[in-house]
Each structure stands twice: as C-alpha cells, then as structure tokens.
C-alpha cells in the first residue's frame, strides 16, 4: 500500500535535485512506511522531492555491467544516478510483489515465518535502520529487525577497519545480509541458501498491453494518456516519450479512467479493487480517494451545473451490472461520496457515453443501444438525476458506438429559441457484420415510434422511424466508430487495418490503408487535430486530421498475449491448446544485455478469438529506457496486401520459430515455418486423413535466414536465406528446425532438425578470382553456407535397430563456452529414453553419446563451464570432466502432463554468472469438465551446477513464454504471456564495472567452481567473489565513483528513516554499508 | 442431363435449351401514382422492354406481378426507352370520370418513336422526322386536375413528348388527335453533337436533358430557348475526360437529380439550377434513377449492380434538413441494371429495377428496409417449348430461331439429347408461337405477320438422325399470336393478333412420301360476344384489351378447340361429324345458318352465313358454352386432360348424310361423345376443370375450392405455368408447374379438409398479400432495429420494462371479408361433398390405390413418400428456375408418363463480362 507515494516522486530523475532531497527522502520513508501499514495512504507527500524536470530518462552510455539494486532490474543498463535513483522509487514499489514472491515458494526460507516477511516488504530497506519507527510491527518481526541491527552494528565494526566509501556498493547488499542473519540466528544450516535467495531480485515488469479503452487527450492535446493494467501512463504527444507513470496499488488492476470534467489535470482512476483514485496528473499526486464498493467499468465525468464540481457516471459490473452518477467529495468537503443509482440491468454492458452534461446518457450491450434522456434538467442537485430510458434491440451483435449531439444550424434568431426545446442526437453503431449504422436524429424516431403506437400518426410514419444509414465497407466487425467534431465525418476502423473517414454528405469514403494491425479504438483529439488510434499490436498512433502523418507513435511491447478467458476450450482428446503456450523466440544482444530482440505477429485483436497467430515480425526493444527500438519483418508478411483470402479466412504468415544472435551481436539467425492451412490442401485429399495431413506437412516451408546488423538504420539486414536448412531427401519435403544455436566464440550457427542432421553454418568471405569482393562501403562480403553436418542416427548401434528413423520429438543443441562441444540431445516419439550427442566441432564427429540421462520429455540443454545442464524430466547437471552426475532435481509442474509440459519449461545458461534459470508452468484448472484453465503461473528457480537447492526461486503470473540469459551480465530476461518484461540479476553482479572485461570474471568463477567443487558450495562461490569485487573496488574508486556505487542502498542508508540519524549514526551505516561484505565474509 | 429413372414417372432433368437471355432496357409503369389519389388504377400495367424488341405487359395487381401480354419485335430491334400517356379523362353520360385512353411508346435505335396497339400487340404508328437516332424520350407530365383542363387549350391537354437525339436535337412530338406527329424542334444539334443521354421534364414547358459532354441543358419547349447549361466538370482523374449524365430526374419539388458516368448522383435546386449535393454511391456508371412521389427518397442503380437508396427528411427544422444522404446500397442483380421504374400507391409502392440479367426485381419503398425485394419471373410465363411425344421430339424456339431435338430414352444409357433441326426465319418477326403434331410431322410457326408451315421429314434410316424441313404451302393469315395443330395433325388453328380465330384443314395421309397439304379455305372461329361495357383505358380502337385471347388449345383428338381470354372468358368450339375422306374436302354452305347453331348467335351480327364443312366435319361453337363461368382472374394455363381408353370405333364416314336437294351441303351433326375435360388454372391459383360439353365445372372442381387447397400450394406466389397429364385408368394425376415450382395433385381424390390447418394458414397467406407488392417481410434477423422500449430510471416502473414494441410491424389490419368468402366456400363444397359422397366412394372404390409403389422420381422424393400416401398432392422446389416441361413419351397412358424439365438457372445465362468492383479483384 505504501507503493503508491513513491511513485509519485518517479519523475524526480535530476541528479542534483536527487541529492538535495536525500535527508527529506529519509524522513520521507518513515511516514512512507507509517503508510503503507496503515494500508489506506491518506498523506501526501510533500512535493520537495518533485523536481522541475519530467524528462524521461535519455539514453545513456550503455554500460555492460550496471548496479543493480534490488528489485530493480528495468534500469540496470542506466548507471546514472538519474535513473537509480528512479530505480530506488521503484523497487519500494515493486518490494512488495518481489517479496511476496519469495514469501510463497517453500523452498525458500519456509521457516520464515510470512510475518516477518511481510515486515520486510514494509521496511525494505528502511527498518534496519529504525526499527523504533515500526511501533506496529508484529513482535515476531519486530524481534527479526532487532536482531539484524544487532548484526548490522557488529558488521559496521569490522567494516571500520577495511577499506572506504563504496558505500553504495555495500548498501546493495545490506539487504542480503540482514536476510542472511536472519536465517543465520534462525537456521544456520540454510544460512548460505538464504543469502542466495535474497541476492537474486526481480525488476518490475516492463510492458503489458495497453487496456482496450479508448486513449485520452489532455485538453491541450500535449499529452495521451494510456493506461494498462498496472498503471496510468502519460506520454507526450510530441515526443511520444513517456512522462509520467501513475501506478496503482499492486492488489488489482486498473479498470477505467476518465479526466476530471472541471479541472483537466486531474484524473479519475477505478481499480478492480473498487478503490476510486483522483490523481493531479501533472504533478504526479494522489488527490483523493475513495471506496466505490464496486468494480466501476466505465466512467464519464460531468460538470455539475452551475457549479465546478465534478459528477462521475460509473458503470459499474457486479452481479449484474448498473449505472449510477456520484459525486467524489475531496477534502473541503470530506473524503466522502454521494451516489445516485440511475439503472440497474442484467445484461452486460460495454460502452457509456454522456452527452450534454448529462442530458442524455447512451449505453450499450451486446445487442441493444439504450438511450437516457434526464427530467428535470434545471435541477441539479446529484439526487434530482432521474432518466427516462430507451432501449432498441438490435439484430446483430454491437462492437462500438459513437453518439453525436448536433448543434442547431440555422441562424435564425427567431427559432433559436424553439429549437433549444429540442436536441438532435445522431448515433452511429458498428456491428459485427461490419455495417455502421447511422441513426440521424434519434430522438425524433422514438418520438415517432411513441406517437404510432398510440395510434395518432398514420403507420407508415414508422417507416420513418428506424430506417438507419447502412455504411458498409468494413469486411470484419467494425473496431470502433467515431464522429467528427462537426459530425460531417464518421471516422472508423476495425480488422482491416484500414482508417475509414466517411464523409457523409457525399457518401465517399476516404481511407488510409496499410496501418500496422487492427483498429481498436479510435479518439479524436479535442480540436479534433488529430485521431489517436489504438492499433491491435499494442501500440497507439495519432494521426494528424489534416494529412494524416503520424504524429505520435507510442509502442509498447507486442509479442503473443494469452488471455486465458480467450482460450479455446480443452478438448479431452488433446491438449491441443497448449500450443498457444509454445515459446516465443527471444534473443538477447550480446554487445547490449538492455536490447532484446522477440518475435512478434502483426496484430492481435482482442475481439477474435482465433487462437495464435504467426509471429513474422521481430521487435526490438529496449530494457532500460522501456521502449521500443524498432520492428521489422522477418518473413515475408500481408502489410500491404489483402490479409484476408476470398473464402473470408485469414492468410497465414509464417512463423518464426527461432531467433539467435551470434556473439558479437552482428549476426541475427531466424527460422521461420510455413504451412499450408488446411483449408487449401483440399486438393490432395485422397480420403484418408492421416495421408492428407502428411501431404501438408509435405509442403511446409522452412527458411533458415541470416541477418547483419545495420548500424544505420538500426535494422537486421538480410543477408543470406537457407531454403530448407533440413531436408528429406527421400519425401521431398522439409524438416523443422527444432533447434537453432549461436556459436558462442565467432560468427555461426547450429541447427538440429527433423531429419537426424546437426548442421553448423557459417560465413565466409566471398572470393572472386582470389580477391575478396567488396560490397558498397567495402566491407568484405560473406556468404554463409553449410560448415559442417552430423547425422544422429536415432539407435547408438546401427545394427541393433531397424534401419527406419524414428521421427524425433524434439531435440536441442548447446554449444559449449569455447565452442569445443556442441551438445545435441534428441528424444524420440517412443518411449526411448533420447540420447545426448556430444559433438566434437573441429571434426564433426560424435564423441561421447550419453545415455544415462533420459530425455524423453526434452526441454532444454545448456553448457556451464565443464557442466552439461538438461532438463526433460528432472533437471540434470552432468560433469563433463568426471563424465559423471553432478545431480538431478526432479521437476514438477502443477496442472500440466509430463510430456505436454514440453514446450513449456524452458531453460536458460548464464556462463558468466555460472548459474542456470528454469522455468516452469503451472496451472490451475477449474473443476468443470471440459474446463478452461483458471490460473496460470511460472515458477522460475535459478541454480547453480554444484548444489541442489535453487540460489532462487520465485513464481509469476502467467506463463513464461520466453526465457533467455542476458549475454554479459548474471541476469535473465523473462517475457512472460502478458507481454511483460522482468529482469532477473543477482545483487552480486552489480558490483561489476562497466570496465573490466566480464570474461575474467567468468574465468574466475570457474575456476573457483571447480576448485571448491566438492566443498560447501556456498561457502567456495563466496568467497572468492567477494575478494574478487574488492579488488574491483579499489580500481573503481580512482575514476567511476559516480556510476559504480549502488546509488540506492546509498540512498536507504542516507534516508530510511523518518528522523534523520545522528551523524555518527549515518556514518556507521555508510561504513557497514561498505565494509560488509568482507565482514560478513570473514565472519563466516 | 436425365438424373431421373423410375417406374411411374421419368424427368429428363435438362439445361440444353439455350434460351438466350435479353436483357431489360426500358421500365415505365403505366400510372406514376393512384388515380385521383384513391385506389390503386385497375388498369396499372409495368411494361417492360426487352434488347429482342419485345414489350411486355405485366399486371402488378395484387402482388401478382402477372404477365399478360408480349408485344413481340424482331431481329435487330431493340426496345431502348417506353413512355406512357394517358388521353385526358372524360366525363361519361353518367357524369362520371371515365380515365382516359392509355398510350405505349418505345423508341429504338431508330428516329422514329413507336406506339404500340395495346389490343393488338402490334405498332399503331411511328412519329417521322428528320433527325437522327433517337437516345431518350420522355411524355409531358399529365395535368393534374381536370377542373381546370377545361381551362387549357386542347393543345396542352393531350402529353406531349419531348426527345433526344444521338446528335444533340431535342424534337417535341404531338400525341394530340390520337396520332403521332412531330410538333417542333426543341434545340438544333449542337456543335459537338453531343448524345442527348436523358431527358425528362421539369414542369409542363420545361425539360432538362442530360448529354454526353458532361452538361445538362435546360430548354424551354414554347420556344426552343436554352434556359441554363450546367457543367458537371471534368470526368474524374484517369477517366474519360467528359461525364455522360446517364439520367436526370426531377423531384416533385422542383430540385432535380442527376446520375452520371462518375458513379455521382447530383442533386440540383430547382430555382436557381446549381448543384447543391453530390453522393457518391456507386462504383460506376448510374445508369437510371428513381425517385418517390413525397420526393424524400431517389433510388439509383446501375453498372455496379447496386441499387441505392438515399433519403432526406423534409421539413426538418434542424439539423440535416434537406440533405440527402445514402442510406444503403444492395446488390439485387447480377449484371448491369438498365431501367428503374417506381409506382406508388396506397398498397403496391415498388420501385422496379431491371437489367442484363434479364431478371425484373421489385423493391419496395415505403416499406422499404422491412420488406425483401422479389425477384419477378425471368421466364416466359408460356413455356417456349413444345414436343411431339410419339416422336420423342422436344421443340424449343426464342427470337427468329427454332430447334428441335430428339430425347432418347433413359434406359439408353446417358446420352444426351441431339439436336435434330433447326430453323431460322428469315423475316425479321421473332416467332411468338410454335406447335407440333404428335407424331411430329407438321410443325407450324406463328410470328406477328405469318403463320407458316412445316412439314418435317425423317432422314432415311442410317443417314443421320436429322430431319429435313420442307415448308408446306399455307393459306395466307396475317400473323398469329397462338399457334395449335391438332395432336392428330389434321387441323391448324391460328389466333389473330385481332383476336380471330382461323382454323386451317390439313390433308394428311398416312403415306409418309405423301405431303400434307393445307386446305386454301380458311375457317373463321368466332367468340361470343361478352358483356365489356366498362371499357378499360388499355382498350383501344382495336378492340378490348382483356379481350384478347391468351390461351388456345385442341383436345387430344382434335375434335373441341378452346380459347380463354385475358377477362377469363372461356370460349369451347366442337367439331360435328366424323372424317369422311369421301366427302369433298371444302363444301361450303352459305345458304342458311346452320340449324343446329343455338340461339346466341343470332344476335352476332358479325356471323357469316357460309359453313364451311371440310370432309365432312365441320366446327360448331359448343352449344353449352355459354354456361362456362368467367374465371376469377387471368387465366394462365389452358389444358384438355388426355381422353382415356375411350375408344369407340369410329364409323367410316358419316353415315345417313348425303347430299339432297334439300341439303346440298349435308354434314353430320352429331357431336362428340367422348367426355372433354379441360383444365384452366388462374393466376390466383385456382383450378377450374371444366367439364366442356356440359359447360359445366367438373365434380372435382365444385369439391375443392380455393380454400381447401394445400397451404403449400396457396402460398405460392408465381403463377402456373403448364401442367402435364398422367391419366390412367387408376389416377387423374395432374403435374402442375411454375417457375419454381412443381406440384402433382390427383384429381380422383378430394383433398382433406383441416379445420385447424385451415385456419392457421390463411392468415399466413393474408400478410403475404399485403405487402407493398415486392417480397415478404424481412426476417428478424435483417432487420438492424426490431423492437425497442421505454422506461424509467425508477424500480417500479417494471411494467414499463416489459413492453417491447415491435418497430418492425407492418401492422396492417387483416380483412375480414375474405375469410367470410372462403367460409362460405367452405360450407358449399361441404356440402357437395356430402351429397356426392356415395359417387366419391364409388369412384375411390374402382380406383385401384397404388400409390405407395409408384411415383418415386429417382429416388429423391422417399421422404415425402409418407405424406404423400396420405395427401392427394406432392410438391417439390427442387427444379428451378424452370423453363418448362413437356411430355416426351407418347407411351399408352398405362405407362408412366415421361417429361423433359428444362432449367435455365441465372448462373448459365450467357452475359457479357460485367463490371468488376474493387473489392472483387
């Protein structure tokens, strides 16, 4: 609860400002956490802290290695004190959710008991210090806090006699020290488990899709506001660059948001939770807020006549749903809430407009349109709203509406007067038969329909009554339908991708093709100088009314979201929609740990559900600014051509199935899979299923292509396509491509497919007559072509076997650290256990074929140091050197078979940290047959190759559909089904430079790994690190004191309490802070 | 080609007729609105002009959409615009208004302008004038109030009509004096000679015509004067650079609208002659447009299929007052659409559209958005086919040409039918009728200005299965509209586009190197006189107009000859005597009437006194048939049922008649004794089996009346086509057909009377009836809007909740006074029932119920096996759109009749390439 202050502060990103506020800051947390346990945060904070300048942060030298402070993963690549000290706010924030995640797996700390843990999440880095300023706590962690200053005071002694400042350094790990004490007074044989633990952290999610309601403009059309499912989120329409972030509290999720009506920097913003929040969005503050008792869906706001206050329509969705005007009182008035129930109906609805100020109200629901008109207009006091209400059924499903009030034309001054007793409405509704209806002057139709019905008109006057305008262009349902300012326009857009403007006195539509993906919703800016659309590939764009130029383009991340209300019912023959979960290539740049590069598809639309659709496009993006870099096609795509066949069925791009980077970064290997639909191999149909199946998968096109970066216009160049990388000879016909590898010490790149074949690629310099060929800017040209290929026979002795290949299942590749080994497992369609290929890369030759480990259910390989690292059924660590078992941990996952799990445990090799992450689905089913899954979580644990237990182990929502290690540093990157983004880095490695080279680091590890292989595992890893990063310290101090610290540790030491220490106070702690570590190391 | 084998009947289910599609270039209904603002005219007629020449007149009334009559062309002529005008209205001795005459005209790609003889079908006069094709006309409007026509000169009472032409004149035609007369030149040529595309009038003196150099001119016909020149402007980029305006309109306010090349309907005011508003709606060329009389609604259509609907709300004070806007386009049709024509009365209120694909669609106005369009027939209500059954030989003709085929039977394998002959008139007259004899040796051709004769020849065995064609010498008659041989071959009767009925004797003799001759004397037939004193505007001095005879045909064995007219009267003529090859072949008496003709035909004045006997037989007009009833409404099919197994053995010659002083010219007087049963069936649906020599209706007939017949039959809303017979000893089956459907009744059994069923169906029936004359109600799930209420924010207003109000509702209160008629109808045939019942029973009895193994057509009607059992009736939608079917096995009628069905579904016409829209590459 206590998140949600610090927020506040995020923009503050001025160096200089950040260190004036640092003594308020501590005063600042006290009442912070004061807060945050009295769960409702009714203080403001002070606005010292707020600094003048909102500019996001600018891209910065991009350093390998940056600090990490815990939590905080987003801005690892910012080494700024701009940008940590954004981290710091942000990890208070995001303490909470990384806390609760370790809280819940039992492998850590289980003995902990949840209190205490929970008291961390209040403190995070602030108890320690102050535990006088937690009267509240619960004694039992009252006494855990008392206890680590205990410890903490005795490190700072020590610490006094090793060397200096760094403070920040050390603050980065005090929160792994005060852990460590804690499990070492508790338990002092997990001690070393439980330091781990704490040491790996999780960034906040970066990410997630922009919620499916309409974008709004601030009313100088200078900003957008956007919100998804976290946040609220400000961008400047000049920049497109975010300004400003509103979260909101970590237990729901927001639902709806509309500008305040009388003063146009404010915003309503409603939670899941029923919580009602008003924020100043330009300075960042909380205003006010207030319980709603109900999730509000929809929200429009009214100037309450003659006076400046606001009255907030809601539509709020229980039970049954309802529509109701409130007044939010703010402060004069008392943090109270008058509410005036309008209508209550069973049936769902989706859309509410308000026009007029609240003369009329139109709703929508499934199929019918219902239209308010208020009595009593002159009152206006919030109980006097009473509508009268008229519904009309519609026939057709109804995707969006738009209602226009239309002013009076005529100049006439004489019938002014007479036609203010009337109000025209005109509503345009978009089916889903792709038809905008125009309904002109709605309220005369009614009237006329009224008035037949009581038999004074003639009946065919009702012919009149309902006989809208039909503007049929869209194939699909309409996505969303809008009037322009002067109502001579409708603007509309859906699945086509097309902006369509009609003009209504003319009947002529005018269009603007090729947009990206789907039109979701569609804004007109207030003075209508622009539309902003909501495009179905997470992005928003605003177009200038005038030429329709882009404007603005804010993108967010746009791989594969899985919304499992979407999912398509389980059949109980299959698991079939599980392929839904199938990983989404990811690849780190290596030169850039903060770039990744994912798959994306054109265009998700949340209306349809079609199931996944084929991700041809490769998104850049960029961790530490939280942007997108870029997008490009890898394969060939229906951007601007018909996406849709003659029979109406969608035309299937190919889909990337794999992505690579070599390891300088300059090199991009893609594999993309093609099929025929089902629907177009009619022709081969010969009665038999089975065959015709085959036959399609006969025809399937697999493209190996290789792409150079192009440093000009940030972009992957094609520079060689590999048609069939695996090819049957015998049927004509493609393999997949099961797996692709980069090879880890100069330009290549392995493949394993269908057909038994490893085969390695490579570049070579073109040569023309023994010169090398030049291309424009004379760089020597490559040709990248088969290296060298292994046949894997699918038995160890040919002669045992038939001479028949079995079809493999699956089969991954590993490349060891120096590129020596290739490993390439390969698990069958029987109930073979699988063998594991060691390759020898010089030769070609299969050296060593493991069959001790079984690999039926083949999940992931990877190579640490001298370990073999395989997950199918158990996650196994083979020592390469002994050639024997290092261990296995049996894998589990809840809710999802041993074979089903496949494609959905995914695993990743960090070489520099010597660690590997897993990651595993679970999921909770609902108990019906035939039932859809509940829940889906990802448990991610990290190890290392010589002990058991997990160095962490925490659970996400949603799958994670992708899972890569970050080249250079220690972390992980996880993209996850709600398209989000977390970092996950070892508080160790922060303490690396940006200067020394990481391999040494490496080196050291593995040679630490394998000395003290056999001795306590904790025990060896820490040490030798912990001399290793002094010694970096030294160097640091001379020239990087600004960037090598951990600015927030410095931070909670210098301000984590609401009163400020006594200087020798704050002194002890800085040295703890520094001197820790070789304390603690000592100590052990 | 024949998916059909069975016991009890064959259908050789066939597409090999090419029946060439001609393509719908003119519409003009007859009336713009009901007269003097009541009820719908009676005399309303759509007519419809073809790209063969042919005009057809279709009867709206009721729905019904009946097609009456064709005004046939020829080669190369081309019907391209039709106007109606009506004389000014009378004031009879009663001081009644009596509507005035109604006059057809048509332009072609001629210069002279056309009007039509409605009672004849044939031109009455063309306009003459030095100026070159005519492109567009159009006919003054009507002035409105008779009151004040007396005020006006003569000159102006009588429509005017003003013309185009390909080189940018504009004549002014004079319809005064019943004639056709060329008034003044308008405008000369214009020095582009830019095509005059359309024109209409704007008010009584000022017409505005639309040309192809992107302009509409305004002229004032008083004086020729150019009132304005509007511009359209440049064509639109990439195009032409000129617009054609297609068509101009004019709304009842004065504004007009023009459509043009670009796909732009304009819309113009009418003070000050400058464009106001420009919808664009279509993808292509308008090429017509529509509008309402209320002048709130304009339909266009044209090159891109669409039909366009656009509407402005009048006299709305605010917001989009005046504007138009375009409500909704749909594609109707399958081709171009060439002709838009509106009518609006109190209950019809239909715009017709019509094109290439030949097919006329009815869209309603008023209640447009609620009712579907309906598509009219494509096909000739009278099939073009006919067949010789002993000879397996199928006929078919269209335009100049005929063909004939032979059919093989089924069990010879798949083969298709072949083509045997073909003929090729070579007078330009596009043949209205063709008959063929049984054995399929005579074959006679009627066009509108000759009847000729054929007689058709086998090749010899093994030379090919051609048949060689050897015109026979005729008497001369002046065209025909029906043309009927005699099933024996022996007698030609051929009705006159004057409604004459001239029979022809032909000798014929069983040698077949022999060649039939036809006799020179000519027998004229003659109707009686009816009672037509309320004179319809459609009659003309040629006669009435509902006079005119639509249906003819022989009885099986030649001996009764029967006519029906379009009033459905029915007349019935019997041969007296029997064949005597010894008697000379033309005797004719003129001395005295015949003694036996009865008393109604002495008043005829017309009546000849010669009697004219031919071997000894000679035609008599039946001496009961006057006792027919007039039919309910036009007849659409005339059939004899087939005489069955009657065969008395006919004495040679006519015994104990010799020529005597007294009786120079003896013939027998005896009359036929077999029973003749003939079959009318009206467009109501109704079926009449008459029983000829009493004149009376047959048991069947008064025991079945409309109102026990199957729902699904009542429901039918194309009319009959043609029937076919299948008569035997054990059923009186009849196979009755329309252009989508086909229906079997058995005329031996009564059909069963359901009370409950009764009831529920009519009032299904009486909504059909009461649409706008287009389609049915458009169902729910079409309909954007179907029901909407109102209530109020406060919880005890649940009531108010539950009252939907169906905004769909036509609400058309239902008549009581049908049912009452059908009620009464009811209890009569009740009744005759009853009394019959010990006939009914006995006739039941002798019949011989073997129902449940035949009548399987190939299988495919097994599940209607059950019901059929039980019905006396069987219907199937299957065959569509039919052409029509003809018996192809002239078998004893023991056996299983076997037909050929011919289709000519809409996919299989042979159009040009259309016009392809964006959205379709």
Known sequence: MSDAAPQLKRKSEDVAAQRKAKKQRRSEAAARSDDGRNGVDTSTPSATTTHKSKTTPKPK???????????????????????????????????????????????????????????????????????????????????????????????????????????????????????????????????????????????????????????????????????????????????????????????????????????????????????????????GKKIGQWDAGATIQHMAVITRPESDEDFVYCHEAGDGHSISVRAFYTKSRGSRTELKQLLETSSAIHDVQVLLQGRYVVLASDDSMTVGKRVKVSKTALQDFEYVWREFKFSKRITTFDAFSRQPQGSDKGKQVARDQRDVIDLAVGDEAGVVLLFEDILASFAAIESSQKGKKDKTDIAEGFRPKRLHWHRDAVGSVKWSLDGNYLISGGDETVLTIWQLATGQPQHLPHLAAAIEKIVVSPTGSAYALTLANNSVIVLSTTELEAKTNVIGIQSRRIDLEQMPKESKSSNAHLYIFDSVPLAVNPTNSSEVFFSVPSSQPRQKNEGRRSESYLQTFDLANQRARGRQALTRNNATEPNVAPDGGRIKEPNVTHVQTSHDGEWLATVDEWVPPRADSGYLNEGIPEFNEQERLHRREVHLKIWRRDRDNSQWKLEARIDAPHFFEDVCSNGRVFDLVADPTAAGFATVGEDHVVRAWRPKTRLRDGVVVRGAEKEGLVTWSLDCSVEISDKLDVTEGSQQLLPPRTSRLAYSADASVLAASVSWDSEDAGVTHLIDTQTATIRRSLTEIDVTALSGLGFIGQYLVVVADAITVWDMVSDQLAYSIPINTAGIGRLDRIPLVRLATNESGGTFAVSLPQFEKRDSPASRIKKASSRVSIYNTDRKKPLWSGSFPGITLALASRKSERGYVILDSFSCIKTLSPSAGRLQLPTPPPEENEELQRVSYEVDEDEDADEAAGRPLANLLLSEDLTQDIGHDEHVFNMQDLQNVLNDGSVPPPPQGLFSNVLALIGGRPHKVAAA | MSDCTSAAMDIHRSRFVPYPPSAINALAFSHPEPEHGQADPESLRLAIGRANGNIELWNPARGAWLQEKVFYGGKDRSVEGLAWTQEPDRRDAHGKIVPGRLRLFSIGYSSSVTEWDLATGLPARHSTGSHSEVWCFAAQPRQKNTAKGSLNDDNDACQKIVAGC???????????????????????????????????????????????????????????????????????????????????????????????????????????????????????????????????????????????????????????????????????????????????????????????????????????????????????????????????????WWNTEVRIWHVKPQDDGTEKPKMVARLALQDEENIISVSISHDGGLLAVATASAVKLFQLVRSQAGAGSGLRIRKLDMPSIAGAKVVRLAATGNWLAAVMATDEVQLVRIVRTDDPTDTPRALAKVQP?????????????????????????????????????????????????????????????????????????????????????????????????????????????????????????????????????????????????????????????????????????????????????????????????????????????????????????????????????????????????????????????????????????????????????????????????????????????????????????????????????????????????????????????????????????????????????????????????????????????
């Open chain 2, 525 to 921: 037939l003659y109707r009686l006189d009816r009672d037509m004193t309320s004179s319809s505007p459609l009659s003309g001095q040629s006669g009435f107009y509902e006079r005119s005879i639509v249906h003819a045909d022989f009885s099986k064995d030649g001996n009764v000859f029967a006519v029906v007219d379009l009033a459905g009267y029915l007349d019935t003529w019997i041969i007296e005597g029997h064949e005597d090859s010894t008697a000379p072949e033309i005797d004719i008496d003129d001395t005295s009437p015949a003694a036996g003709e009865n008393d109604d035909s002495d008043n005829e004045e017309d009546e000849r006194d010669e009697q004219i006997i031919f071997l000894g037989q000679h035609w008599i007009r039946n001496p009961s048939g006057h006792h027919a009833p007039r039919l309910d409404s036009t007849p659409v099919v005339l059939s004899f049922q087939p005489t069955t197994g009657i065969d008395r053995p006919e004495p040679n010659g006519n015994p104990a008649v010799h020529p005597t002083r007294h009786n120079r010219h003896p013939h027998s007087h005896e009359l036929p004794t077999a029973e003749y049963r003939l079959l009318l069936v009206s467009a109501e649906h109704q079926l009449y089996l008459f029983d000829v020599m009493s004149g009376r209706l047959s048991e069947w007939s008064r025991r079945n009346p409309p109102s026990r017949y199957p729902r699904e039959y009542k429901q039918l809303d194309l009319p009959a086509k043609g029937c076919i017979w299948d008569v035997s000893q054990s059923q009186q089956r009849i196979w009755l057909y329309g252009e989508k459907w086909l229906f079997m009744f058995d005329l031996a059994k009564d059909f069963t009377i359901s009370d409950a069923e009764h009831a529920g169906k009519k009032r299904k029936r009486d909504a059909a009836k009461n649409t706008s004359g287009a389609g049915e109600a458009v169902p729910q799930k079409e309909v954007p809007v179907t029901k909407m209420r109102k209530f109020q924010s406060d919880e005890n207003d649940k009531a108010g909740r539950q009252k939907w109000i169906d905004v769909t509702a036509t609400g058309r209160p239902s008549k009581g006074a049908d049912d009452d008629d059908d009620d009464s109808g009811q209890a009569l045939a009740s009744l005759r029932r009853l009394s019959s019942k010990q006939d009914g029973e006995q006739t039941k009895g002798g019949l011989p119920n073997g129902e449940s193994e035949d009548m399987v057509i190939g299988g495919e009607v097994g599940d209607i096996e059950q019901r059929r059992s039980k019905e006396p009736w069987w219907h199937t939608f299957k065959y569509r759109p039919i052409l029509g079917i003809v018996p192809i096995s002239g078998d004893d009628s023991y056996h299983a009749p076997e037909m050929v069905l011919v289709e000519r579904p809409s996919w299989d016409l042979d159009l040009p390439p259309r016009f392809v829209g964006t959205h379709e590459q």
């Open chain 1, 61 to 283: 030298k991009h350093s390998k290695s940056t600090p990490m402070t815990n939590g905080v993963s987003q801005d690892a690549t910012n080494d700024t004190p701009a940008t940590s000290q954004k981290t710091k706010k942000l990890r208070e924030q995001q303490n909470g959710a990384a806390n609760h995640v370790e809280s819940e797996p039992g492998i850590v700390e289980t003995q902990t008991p949840s209190l205490e843990v929970n008291g961390e999440t209040d403190g995070a880095g602030h108890h320690d210090r102050k535990p006088p300023s937690t009267p509240d706590l619960l004694p039992a962690a009252e006494s855990v806090e008392l206890r680590q200053k205990q410890e903490d005071t005795s490190h700072l002694s020590k610490k006094e006699l090793n060397k200096k400042k760094k403070k920040e350094r050390k603050e980065k790990n005090r929160a792994a020290r005060k852990e460590l004490t804690m499990t070492e007074v508790a338990d002092s044989a997990r001690k070393k488990k439980a330091k781990r633990s704490e040491e790996w952290l999780t960034s906040s999610s970066q990410g997630g899709w922009f919620l499916s309601t309409d974008p709004v403009f601030s009313p100088d059309e200078k900003y957008l506001i956007l919100a998804n499912l976290k946040s609220l989120r400000i961008y400047a329409a000049e920049t497109s660059l975010l300004a400003n972030v509103l979260p909101i509290g970590d237990t729901g999720v927001l639902t709806a948001f509309a500008l305040s009506s009388t003063k146009p920097n404010q915003v309503y913003v409603a939670d899941s939770t029923g919580m009602v929040t008003l924020w100043d969005w330009v300075s």
């Open chain 2, 166 to 396: 390909a080189d940018g004149t504009i004549v002014l035609l004079s319809t005064q004096d019943n004639d056709l007369t060329f008034e003044r030149f308008v405008s000369r040529a214009t020095n582009k000679k830019a095509r005059a595309l359309s024109i209409t009038y704007k008010d009584p003196h000022t017409v505005l015509a639309g040309f192809a150099d992107s302009m509409i001119r305004v002229f004032d016909t008083r004086n020729g004067s150019v009132i304005r020149n509007i511009s359209l402007g440049n064509g639109p980029h990439g195009g032409p650079k000129e617009i054609l305006v297609w068509k101009v309109k004019c709304l009842p306010n004065g504004d007009f609208v023009s459509g043009d090349s670009t796909g732009d309907i304009r819309i113009y005011s009418g003070k000050n002659y400058s464009q106001t508003q420009r919808i664009s709606g279509h993808e292509a060329d308008v090429l017509d447009l529509a509008v309402t009389r209320d002048g709130s609604s304009i339909f266009s259509a044209g090159m891109d299929r669409r039909t366009c609907f656009y509407t402005s709300k009048k006299g709305q004070a605010q917001g989009q007052s005046g504007k138009w806007r375009k409500v909704s386009h749909q594609r109707h049709h399958e081709h171009d659409v060439k002709a838009m024509a509106t009518y609006e009365g109190n209950k019809l209120s239909v715009v017709v559209t019509g094109g290439i694909d030949t097919q006329p669609i009815a869209i309603p106005i008023r209640q447009f958005g609620k009712e579907l369009s309906r598509g009219l027939p494509a096909l000739p209500p009278t099939p073009p086919l006919t067949s010789a059954p002993d000879a397996r030989l199928l006929v078919s």
